[in-house]
């Protein structure tokens, strides 16, 4: 592994249904966000975490739920899917060294909910 | 509320120079961040400014300009690899990234 991965790259899911989208990094970095990405909108923080252990809410954090059990993985849990969580979904983690505190990107979840 | 704007879509010659701009209202700041993202793919990083002024970073550089909520990206000798979308983000005063929608880049021979 290099980097971040995410899975699966694309779902097709029936509305109602529970779904993990999985996220895992072998950067050791601390922080780590899942953000959504819609047509015509810039990318919208659904749940943070700051260090393993603790998780926080982003802008849009109703119908998703997160965990951080360790440093490496960062699972968001659509608990029951609306049509309106279609979107594609990235998660990325930030090192903190420094000032930058870069976020670098997974390749992404296409999620489709019908 | 908090707002990052930018032009929805550029159109650019090969070989040539864009500016992609970005203006600001968010509460706080603690830096400003450019990334690329091709389609179907990740955003990546491109830049950071924190302080006014210039960065340059080979045939990429970035402006920052604090007092007036506004930065630009400055994309030299362009060439198709550059078609992409341009993402501009501001860190708040909660260190969060707030994201622009982005500008769609697209160059023609």
């Known amino acids: 592994i290099a980097g971040i991965t995410q899975a699966p790259t694309s779902q097709i899911l029936a509305a109602g249904r529970r779904m993990t989208l999985r996220c895992t990094q072998d950067?050791?970095?601390?922080?780590m966000y899942w953000y959504r990405q819609d047509l015509g909108l810039g990318l919208r923080l659904i749940h943070y975490s700051n260090t393993a252990g603790t998780t926080g809410k982003g802008e849009v954090p109703d119908g998703y739920s997160v965990s951080r059990a360790n440093t490496d993985d960062f699972p968001l849990t659509l608990a029951s899917a609306v049509p309106s969580q279609t979107s594609v979904y990235f998660c990325a983690s930030s090192d903190e060294a420094g000032s930058t505190d870069t976020q670098y990107f997974g390749p992404g979840t296409r999620l489709t909910v019908l | 509320g908090q707002n990052i704007d930018q032009p929805t879509e550029m159109t650019a010659t090969e070989g040539a120079i864009v500016q992609i701009n970005c203006t600001y209202q968010?509460?706080?700041?603690?830096?400003l961040f450019w990334y690329q993202q091709h389609a179907g793919e990740a955003p990546t990083f491109l830049s950071y400014n924190v302080l006014d002024g210039l960065e340059e970073k080979g045939r990429f550089s970035s402006f920052l300009s604090r007092s007036k909520g506004y930065s630009y990206l400055l994309l030299k000798e362009l060439q198709m690899k550059d078609s992409a979308s341009y993402l501009c983000?501001?860190?708040?005063?909660?260190?969060?990234?707030?994201w622009g929608a982005g500008t769609k880049l697209i160059i023609k021979p």
């Open positions: 983000a501001v860190r708040d005063s909660n260190y969060q990234l707030i």
């Open positions: 950067m050791r970095h601390n922080a």
């Open positions: 968010t509460s706080g700041f603690n830096g």
